[in-house]
């Protein structure tokens, strides 16, 4: 990996930290865990940028760097929040690799059920009632909007290029 | 006119299957959405959890007045009131709040979930009676 | 646009499913509080609501009509209107019917159920149920047991609904009033098309229904009537009526008193730990389960061959049933 690239993903992590840190100050309107999801901009474009490995790292250090600047680190909400990244980011992923008819407006929306629907999954197995997933329509409703919101800047950043002139200026200078 | 009307064209060509996406949400969480409001209120037991183990008990159809108790959450004191076919979370020490906001639930689909006390109110409708015992069993 | 039909369909089901939470089942259950000096208890297994309240309803009328401690809020005279007077009375039909069956019972019953027991039960009410219980005076049982077999002075004269109670002694319905009042609602579930119940007369007297969700899947509940000896029936669209010791009862100087009361003797020392009849008829199964308790074992026999009831009898010792009445565990 170029020294270009790292400190690209670098401050794609600060960013997506920094965004879910604000996120986390945002209250929910009485819908638990719905969210504006600032920080799945970041995780987008870099699955769209970078790959689904690369992606993965920054998910991971987010989701561990939210925690601990929270400080929620490894409580309940903590593995929510979790398992609704990781969810998120294997079905965007998915849809971006073979639904090739989504455009990034649909796979951000599916992005964000699925993030909805790993939390209850977690919600579900912590406490032990499949009642968890009766908020899921006020979540999926909520998620149509945010889903929209996000991909709506991540689409205006791909058109500016912005990340594909940044590695072009690493692959100029790396060889 | 006929640029505004290509261009509404293009748009749905381009964005066909995101927009049965969203009308696939839309449809069905309006479905879930309509099954919730349907009143489902008669003869309702509600059970408590906390940690997964059912705490207490109540049959919410046989409550004639109004009252309230406290259980021990996680964390926190929950305060629960009761009333004729209706249960709520009156007061709770959780940072959120969404258990208090729900105020009184009496419909089945809708439980009351305090996740930082892992405490569940869970409804259900009162099942059907397969049997009965009658006592007999003081002495001659 | 076909092609997009089947994932649509499928995201939305996909949705949908999501949301969902437990079905509900539909049973309905409905206490009818303080009447027969209980609480009687409406299982409506179909979830017909409109019924069980329309049962609870008759129930609570019945209670007003059967009640002997108040007077009635109704236009026809009730139990304790016609124990308070001597006077005739016009009361209303129901209540015609049940003293004319009360009457035809004592004399099938060879007395065992006696209608006008009043003062002799009220006796031994007052006894085991003050806060420290007493066996009343056995002058006063004496008086009373002698007031009961004088049926030249004490007696019910039926006209019609004209009834008049002549000499002192005043109606009891405890052995029937539940069966009666089970008897009279059945015509509710038949109103209502409903099949699907079981009525709970203070867990001494029932009537049930077709069970469409009986573990067996033919339509019977499970009774069980001995938990410590795991025996239990199993019933369907009939009543049933039990008389046992567990309740209503009093140990004194160390001799057990139930509240069943023998009209020959005045004596409520049971000989009986629990009996039953089951039948067509609740109001036949309540008083006939009061008259096993008293009768013994050989004469419970006769009776329930006479009214074509199924029995059970525990007097302690030896549990028997019979007559049709099929007893499983034990």
């Known amino acids: 990996m170029s020294v270009r690239k790292m400190t690209l993903l670098s401050m794609m992590l600060a960013l997506a930290v920094a965004l879910g840190w604000v996120e986390s100050l945002i209250p929910s309107f009485w819908i638990p865990g719905a969210k504006p999801g600032f920080a799945n901009m970041v995780i ?10 690369d992606a993965l790292l920054i998910n991971l250090g987010r989701v561990l760097l939210v925690g601990a600047v929270t400080g929620t680190i490894f409580q ?3 593995y929510m929040s979790a398992a609704g990244a990781a969810l998120s980011m294997i079905v965007m992923w998915v849809c971006i690799r073979f639904l090739k008819k989504l455009t990034i407006y649909g796979d951000s929306l599916l992005g964000a059920l699925a993030h909805d629907f790993g939390q209850l999954l977690v919600g579900w197995g912590i406490l032990g009632n499949a009642g968890v997933f009766y908020y899921f329509p006020y979540m999926a409703l909520v998620s149509l909007a945010t889903g929209f919101f996000v991909a709506f800047v ?22 | 006119m006929g640029a505004k009307l290509d261009a509404v064209k293009h748009f749905f060509k381009v964005h066909t299957w995101d927009l049965v996406a969203v009308l696939a949400v839309l449809v069905g969480n309006g479905a879930a959405l309509i099954y919730y409001a349907v009143p489902r ?8 959890y906390k940690e997964k183990e059912a705490v207490k008990v109540i049959d919410l159809s046989q409550v004639t007045n109004e009252y309230t108790f406290d259980i021990e959450g996680k964390y926190t004191t929950m305060t629960i009131g009761v009333k004729h076919n209706a249960i709520a979370v009156l007061k709770s020490g959780c940072p959120n709040q969404y258990c208090v906001h729900q105020n009184y639930v009496s419909n089945v689909t809708q439980p009351i979930i305090c996740s930082y006390n892992q405490v569940v109110i869970s409804l259900s409708a009162n099942a059907p009676v397969t049997s009965i015992i009658i006592n007999g069993d003081a002495s001659v | 646009m076909k092609n997009l039909k089947r994932p649509f369909l499928a995201l939305s089901m996909v949705s949908f499913l999501c949301s969902c939470g437990t079905t509900p089942s539909v049973a309905v259950k409905k206490i009818v509080p303080n009447v027969f000096d209980t609480a009687v208890t409406i299982y409506q297994n179909d979830g017909n609501t409109t019924c069980a309240n329309a049962v609870a309803v008759e129930i609570e009328g019945l209670d007003n009509m059967l009640d002997a401690y108040h007077t009635t809020n109704s236009s026809y005279p009730n139990i304790y209107d016609i124990n308070h007077t001597n006077a005739t009375l016009t009361v209303s039909q129901n209540m015609a019917d049940l003293l004319t069956f009360m009457l035809d019972m004592q004399g099938k019953t060879q007395g065992y159920f006696n209608p006008l027991m009043g003062n002799l039960t009220a006796l031994w009410k007052a006894g085991l149920q003050a806060e420290y219980p007493y066996v009343p005076a056995q002058t006063l049982i004496d008086q009373a047991v002698a007031d009961i077999a004088d049926t030249s002075t004490n007696y019910l004269e039926i006209n019609g609904t004209s009834v008049t109670r002549h000499g002192v002694c005043t109606i009891d319905v405890g052995a029937v009033c539940k069966g009666w009042a089970l008897k009279s609602i059945e015509h509710v579930f038949k109103d209502n098309n409903s099949t699907d119940f079981i009525v709970d007369g203070g867990t001494s007297s029932f009537l049930f229904g077709y069970n469409k969700n009986s573990s067996e899947k ?25 008389s046992g010791t567990s309740e209503q009862n009093a140990t004194i100087d160390g001799v057990f008193y139930s509240h069943i009361v023998n009209p020959f003797t005045g004596s409520a020392i049971p000989k009986t730990k629990l009996s039953g009849a089951v039948g067509v008829d609740p109001a036949v199964c309540d008083v006939l389960s009061t008259t096993f308790f008293l009768c013994g074992l050989e004469k419970t026999k006769e009776f329930a061959a006479t009214f074509n009831v199924g029995y059970f009898y525990d007097d302690g010792t030896t549990f028997s049933s019979g007559n049709g009445l099929e007893i499983y565990g034990g």
């Open chain 1, 44 to 53: 987008l474009l870099c699955l769209l940028e970078f790959g689904f490995l």
């Open chain 1, 76 to 78: 309940m909400g903590f």
């Open chain 1, 154 to 175: 991540v689409d205006r950043l791909e058109r500016t290029g912005i990340i594909k002139k940044a590695l072009k200026g690493a692959a100029s200078t790396s060889s």
């Open chain 2, 41 to 48: 209120t008669t003869n309702v037991t509600a059970t408590i």
């Open chain 3, 218 to 242: 033919d339509g019977t509940t499970k009774i069980t009537i001995d938990g410590e000896n795991g025996r239990y029936m199993r019933l369907k669209d009939t009543g049933l009526g039990t």
